[in-house]
């Protein structure tokens, strides 16, 4: 049987749940991978601490810095209505090496995908 999982499963925790049934599990991800020599990825890997990092964590913390971004964009006072026409805005912002962005007809913010496979030894393959 093959299924896929959407990467906000926390694949570590995936992989240790199914042991060795996991092997040939798809899971998509949607933030860069931790080895990408980027400043987003090296300011993540200085902001938490080895043992706490993820895909889950780095999604959370690429979130944070979008949602900075957006409030210096809102200005003094954010309301509501100055925090969404902020964000539909926001055609291409680069965080650091990985753009997104969003309009008011686009709420992707990214269309990065990579797909990475649960080997035989429980570790992950792209």
């Not at 944070?64 to 055609?91: C, H, I, N, Q, Y």
């Given at each position: 049987?093959?299924?896929s999982?959407?990467s906000f499963v926390?694949?570590?925790a995936l992989?240790?749940?199914?042991?060795?049934?996991?092997?040939?599990?798809?899971?998509?991800?949607?933030?860069?991978?931790?080895?990408?020599?980027?400043?987003?990825?090296?300011?993540?890997?200085t902001?938490?601490?080895?043992?706490?990092r993820?895909?889950v964590?780095?999604?959370?913390?690429v979130?944070?810095r979008?949602f900075?971004?957006?409030?210096?964009?809102?200005?003094?006072?954010?309301t509501?209505?100055?925090?969404?026409s902020?964000m539909e805005?926001?055609d291409?912002v680069?965080l650091?090496?990985?753009?997104?962005?969003y309009?008011?007809s686009?709420?992707t913010?990214?269309?990065?995908?990579?797909?990475t496979i649960?080997?035989?030894?429980?570790?992950?393959r792209?």
């Amino acid at each position: 049987a093959y299924f896929s999982i959407e990467s906000f499963v926390g694949r570590e925790a995936l992989a240790s749940a199914l042991g060795p049934d996991g092997e040939g599990v798809v899971v998509t991800q949607v933030m860069p991978p931790e080895d990408l020599d980027v400043p987003l990825i090296r300011d993540y890997q200085t902001a938490v601490a080895a043992p706490d990092r993820s895909f889950v964590t780095l999604e959370g913390f690429v979130t944070g810095r979008l949602f900075a971004a957006v409030l210096r964009r809102a200005g003094p006072e954010v309301t509501r209505e100055k925090f969404v026409s902020a964000m539909e805005g926001m055609d291409s912002v680069d965080l650091g090496g990985f753009s997104v962005g969003y309009s008011s007809s686009s709420r992707t913010g990214s269309s990065y995908v990579d797909l990475t496979i649960i080997a035989r030894d429980g570790k992950f393959r792209n």
